[in-house]
């Protein structure tokens, strides 16, 4: 996702929009996050901003304006290293985040190039990865870090906001770890696990993730729906395939395939926490497809979400194109990502409400409601419309309101053959 050394052109940037782990890795984790409770993410930038009130942060997490790493890193034998960022958009038109690594020149994180230009018009949350020049990071040493914005902004207030930051450190590449064999045909109800955890457990580790490498709903501010679905909140990962920390039981969990969509083929791949602090990450197993079941799902497409949706600034849309035909439809499944969805005021259908329920203020969300009764006469074939309401003053003042993260909806129907 970036820029290799802060000091070199464009010619290499594309090489790193693919950086992260891959087969074969072998790399630390070292992960930064606000403490739980209160606000639990950073603000960057303007009044409210972690250098405007750093007594915000935990003693042990600040030097002055540093931000502090305290764990010891381990540097022998490290290849490469990069920090991803956890980043909300937060307010439009906050632009130059850089971050600067134990005291060195800042070295720019760029806006993400899966999103329309300009970026920083619209609401995202999604991972921002950029390399480390080894030469600022010491073995055995914690990391100190700063964050800044550009101070000017539309109305005065510039602001990202960041859920966590994870440091990684990579190492040569070995084998990575095998996945038990799975079907090649897929059930409804299955199970992944690593081939010979349990009579290696002592040696095999900690912890494993299993993550789907096909199409599905887009959790991570890309709104590309086939790829590798990997991404995190607070560090860790959310809405992957399932994550398991008995490897007496072969890390085994269960998977439901109930709503993946309908597609040619898929695979899946593990990473796994040895005991020795290091992550593995094994070759994806591919050629999978889903057994015969009594219905089809499509992940139908969904037109760009519009620039700032956030709800206290007014009603918006956005188009989902269905080319299947409506009365076959036994189910529905409206995917998004919000910040603050207390303020939401409904979430429409072709100007039909179909949800409007009371959650948290001041938190990221995501949200997957079904529905399977009234709501499915109200999809229509060809274009449809789904919106979100004005949110109205409390008490004569405006609210935050909520934000729809892009890529906005993502609507995902059952159909009976």
Known sequence: MHRFLYFLGLLIFPTFLAAQWSPNSVYREYTWVMPAGGEAFLRVGGRYGYAAQPEKIAPELRDGNQLLMPAAIDMRGATRAEVCLEKVQSHEDSRDLRISINGHAPIPVPEPDYIPAPQTEYMYHTNRTVPIPLDQLTDGQGIRFAMSLDTAQRWGWPQNVFYGLTFRIYYADEPGPQLAPIPASVPALSYLSIAGAAAGAQEMGKAADYI????????????????????THRGQAH???????????????KWDTEWLPDQESFGVQ???????????????????????????????????????????????EQNVTVNDNPEDAIALQLNWVSWSPCYANG??????????????????ATHSPVFDGLELKYLNEGENIISTGLTPLVHGGMVHGMEVQWPGFQLKAKYKK
């Open 212 to 231: 789907l490498v096909g199409r599905e709903v887009d959790w991570s501010g890309r709104g590309i729906q086939d790829r590798k679905h990997w991404q």
């Open 347 to 364: 979430v429409y259908l072709n100007g039909h409400i179909i949800w409007n329920t009371n959650e948290d203020c001041y938190v990221f």
């Open 270 to 316: 593990a990473r796994v926490l040895g005991a020795d602090g290091k992550y593995r990450v094994s070759e994806v197993r591919e050629g999978l497809r889903l057994a015969d079941r009594p219905y089809r799902v499509v992940a139908h497409s969904s037109g760009p979400a519009p620039r700032n949706w956030v709800t206290r600034s007014g009603e918006f």
């Open 239 to 253: 809405h992957t395939l399932g994550y398991s920390t008995n490897p007496d039981d072969d890390f085994s969990v």
